[in-house]
C-alpha cells in the first residue's frame, strides 16, 4: 500500500537556526499537505500543494512539492520556540472515479527548540 | 470558519464498556468525515473514511464491527468504540473536509480514551 516516510524522526535545533523535513511517498499523489501537532494537541492544517514543483512561503515557512509529485519539504528559517511541535506531511493520492481521496499520514519530524 | 469539534475531549472507563465519541462540523457541512486513531509519538493512522447517508469505508485490520460508524446528517459523525478494552486505549480525532476549496481537511481537537 501507499507509504509516506518522513526524516528525519526528531531534530533539535537552537532558536535561530534553520530546520528542513523531508516527506517521500512510494507512489505519486495528486496534492501534499501539511499540518503541525503541538504536543498534546490535535494537527492543524498549514498548507496543500498541487502543481508539480510548487513552492509556497508562509512567512518563515517555505513549502516546496517535487517535480515528480511524490516528494515534499517544507523549510523553516530562523526557527522560534513557538514552532515546537510534529510536523506531518500528508499525501492525496490519484483519484479513482467515485473514490473518496483519502490522506496518508507521513511518519512526522518532532522538532525541539532550545532557547 | 471550518471549525471542528469532538465531544468528549477525554473519556475514562472500564473495560468491556462501550464509548460513544461525536464529531461535528461547525459552520460547514461535511459529506465526508474521517477517523484516524493515533498512539503516543507516532502518526496518525486512518481508521475509516465516513459517508453521510452510507456505510462508513473501513481500513485494512479496522474491525467495522469493533468501531461503528455513524454519519447519518452532513454535520456530524459518531465512532462507537464497543466492548473497549486497554489495548483500545488511544487518541481519536476526527476530520471533516469542505468540499467547496482544496478540500482541506479540518481536524477536531481529538478524543483522548482511556481503557482500565
Known amino acids: 500500500g501507499q507509504q509516506v516516510m518522513q526524516i528525519p524522526q526528531y531534530q533539535h535545533v537552537q532558536e535561530g537556526e534553520d530546520f528542513t523535513t523531508y516527506c517521500n511517498s512510494s507512489?505519486?499523489?495528486?496534492?501534499i499537505q501539511w499540518y503541525k501537532q503541538r504536543p498534546g494537541g490535535h494537527p492543524v492544517f498549514l498548507i496543500q500543494l498541487v502543481k508539480s514543483g510548487e513552492v509556497k512561503k508562509q512567512k518563515r515557512l517555505t513549502f516546496q512539492f517535487g517535480e515528480a509529485k511524490k516528494n515534499s519539504s517544507l523549510h523553516i528559517t530562523a526557527t522560534q520556540t513557538t514552532d515546537v511541535g510534529t510536523y506531518f506531511c500528508?499525501?492525496?493520492?490519484?483519484?479513482?472515479?467515485?473514490?473518496?481521496?483519502?490522506?496518508?499520514f507521513g511518519t512526522g519530524t518532532l522538532l525541539a527548540v532550545q532557547p | 470558519g471550518a471549525v471542528v469539534s469532538q465531544h468528549p475531549s477525554w473519556v475514562i472507563c472500564k473495560s468491556g464498556t462501550s464509548v460513544k465519541i461525536e464529531c461535528r462540523s461547525l459552520?460547514?457541512?461535511?459529506?465526508?468525515m474521517f477517523w484516524y486513531r493515533q498512539f503516543p509519538k507516532q502518526s496518525l493512522m486512518l481508521m475509516a473514511t465516513s459517508n453521510e447517508g452510507s456505510k462508513a469505508t473501513y481500513e485494512q485490520g479496522v474491525e467495522k464491527d469493533k468501531f461503528l460508524i455513524n454519519h447519518a446528517s452532513l454535520t456530524l459523525s459518531t465512532l462507537t468504540v464497543t466492548s473497549a478494552h486497554p489495548e483500545d486505549s488511544s487518541f481519536y480525532i476526527c476530520?471533516?473536509?469542505?468540499?467547496?476549496?482544496?478540500?482541506?481537511?479540518?481536524f477536531g481537537p481529538g478524543t483522548r480514551l482511556l481503557v482500565l
Open positions: 476530520s471533516a473536509r469542505d468540499h467547496r476549496g482544496v478540500e482541506t481537511q479540518y
Open positions: 459552520d460547514f457541512q461535511a459529506t465526508t
Open positions: 507512489t505519486t499523489l495528486s496534492n
Open positions: 500528508a499525501g492525496s493520492g490519484l483519484r479513482f472515479r467515485g473514490a473518496t481521496n483519502k490522506l496518508i
